[in-house]
């Protein structure tokens, strides 16, 4: 049967209107962040003959021995570039895009990096962060890093304690503890495009759908493209408000039991630990 052109597939709408819309709110400079998507194998073979392989890619920065990437062994993913400017991707996915099956110690191409390139330097992180998620929701997908200004900026100003740093963002937009009543998990800062930082992801991952790289960026993961990057826009949005804020006396505040509340109605199950800061 005749493939349908890739260039038209919702995934890639999808991942070129992510890099626009992450490029645009100046969440990623020049090469920063990175995305990837688990994709259907059906729905890839309606657009790419699957058995047509154009170049295998060891994985980068990573100890084989180290990572057991076993579990997704055959899964698919599209992911963004090494170096590849989000700006770019919109007008050249076929560039600065790849779609990539995963294969015991790298990934065969199927599609993508056009110009010779390469998955993304954080794709150790990526895939056992999509391990870590699979094993608490099976219908989890779509794994994003990024470097949201305001987010970033609170990170040099407070404690980097992930109770606190979440309690602090509760309390900045009445809804936040209902998007991510799970919290914000929060890692040192560590050296990214490695397996340590990987496997120290990963581990949070197993908790929290949103992982702070201290003085880095900022981890998402969700079963959607739409749930990955709102958890993102969400503590972003948070930590503007706590930016334009932090240096003026508080005078008013969003209090535990009006969190729980709301928590109550949504039917969230949050972290109640990460409350009664006094307690
Ligand atoms: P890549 O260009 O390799 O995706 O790296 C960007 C980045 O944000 C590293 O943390
Ligand atoms: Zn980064």
């Avoid at 390139?117 to 779509?142: C, I, K, Q, Y």
């Avoid at 003085?215 to 998402?220: F, V």
């Avoid at 493209?225 to 503007?240: H, N």
Wanted: glycine share 8%; net charge negative.
């Amino acid at each position: 049967m005749r493939k349908k052109n890739i260039l038209n597939a919702p995934f890639v709408a999808e991942m070129k209107k992510t890099a626009a819309n992450m490029y645009r709110l100046g969440w990623d400079e020049r090469n920063g962040g990175n995305i990837s998507y688990m994709l259907d194998e059906k729905a890839v073979g309606e657009y790419l003959d699957l058995k047509k392989v154009l170049r295998v890619i060891p994985l980068m920065g990573v100890n084989a021995a180290n990572f057991d990437i076993a579990p997704l062994i055959g899964k698919i993913f599209i992911v963004t570039g090494t170096g590849k400017y989000f700006k770019n991707v919109e007008d050249d996915p076929a560039v600065n895009l790849g779609v990539v099956r995963i294969v015991k110690d790298g990934v065969e191409l199927l599609w993508g990096f056009a110009d010779g390139g390469r998955p993304t330097s954080e794709l150790p992180t990526h895939l056992m962060s999509h391990m870590a998620r699979l094993g608490v929701d099976t219908l989890n997908r779509v794994v994003i890093h990024s470097h949201p200004t305001h987010t970033l900026a609170m990170n040099y100003v407070h404690e980097l304690d992930e109770k606190k740093f979440t309690h602090t963002l509760w309390e900045m937009c009445t809804e936040c503890i209902a998007v991510f009543p799970d919290g914000v998990g929060i890692l040192p800062w560590m050296l990214c495009g490695t397996d340590s930082i990987g496997k120290a992801t990963a581990e949070k991952m197993k908790e929290f759908r949103l992982v702070v790289w201290a003085m880095h960026g900022i981890y998402g993961a969700g079963r959607t493209m739409d749930e990955a990057f709102g958890l993102i826009e969400t503590v972003e949005k948070a930590a503007q408000i706590y930016m334009l804020t932090a240096h003026l006396p508080r005078i008013n505040t969003i209090k535990d039991e009006q969190m729980i509340e709301l928590a109550e109605l949504f039917k969230c199950d949050y972290r109640a630990d990460f409350l009664d800061l006094k307690g």
